[in-house]
């Protein structure tokens, strides 16, 4: 069936260095959301990619969508602590109402100070 | 705006019985789906509840069942509980359905089976 893989599962870095999260889907996706999950939270949203290639940027954070739109990245700048969390990509395959968002496995980041 | 909101939160059960959650979504947004979160699985798909009608389901078996109101508010009921069903359940809303905009992530129901 349809997959969203994600890795690494899980990243340690110390405060300041930067950090990478790679989503790959094993089928072409319409667009891919990117979402982010505190601790003992719920996902809230991020951003959304639709374009083949598109590159979006939210302060310290860049997020890309792969020209094949089966893949995409999120990286975090001179991480902090508040940037703690699973992110999560998810990504749209089908369309109109027969569409569904298929999420990934998740990256769980940890920040030392 | 009012966020996603989701009743109960906590929930204790034992094997065999049966739950019924609730999910009201941000007003004017007409789709909710439903998750389950686990540890292990990460966020698994249940259905996704468009103007009353189940418009996408997951891989979940029958035990699993869901309906919508004509107010967009939305129940998720689960019979014959297991012991793996403990999980965080979360709804999600959305203006015109999962994938085509942003889903809005109520807090959940944290379920646990005994």
């Known amino acids: 069936g349809q997959q969203v893989m994600q890795i690494p599962q899980y990243q340690h870095v110390q405060e300041g260095e930067d950090f990478t999260t790679y989503c790959n889907s094993s089928?072409?996706?319409?667009?891919i959301q990117w979402y982010k999950q505190r601790p003992g939270g719920h996902p809230v949203f991020l951003i959304q990619?639709?374009?083949?290639?598109e590159v979006k940027k939210q302060k310290r954070l860049t997020f890309q969508f792969g020209e094949a739109k089966k893949n995409s990245s999120l990286h975090i700048t001179a991480t902090q602590t508040t940037d703690v969390g699973t992110y999560f990509c998810a990504g749209r395959v089908g369309g109109g109402a027969t569409n569904k968002l298929i999420f990934g496995t998740g990256t769980l980041l940890a920040v030392q100070p | 705006k009012a966020g996603v909101t989701q009743t109960p939160r906590y929930l204790i059960k034992t094997r065999g019985q049966q739950v019924t959650l609730s999910c009201s979504p941000i007003?004017?947004?007409?789709?909710v789906s439903w998750y389950q979160q686990t540890p292990g699985q990460g966020l698994q798909f249940l259905f996704e509840y468009f103007s009353e009608t189940q418009r996408n389901k997951g891989n979940f078996p029958g035990r699993f069942s869901g309906r919508q109101f004509s107010n967009s508010r939305s129940e998720m009921n689960v019979s014959t509980l297991e012991l793996g069903d403990s999980a965080l359940y979360l709804c999600?809303?959305?203006?015109?359905?999962?994938?085509?905009?942003?889903?809005?992530f109520g807090p959940g129901t944290r379920l646990t089976v005994l």
């Open positions: 990619l639709v374009k083949s290639g």
């Open positions: 999600a809303s959305s203006l015109r359905g999962m994938g085509a905009d942003t889903q809005y």
């Open positions: 089928t072409t996706l319409s667009n």
């Open positions: 007003s004017g947004h007409r789709s």
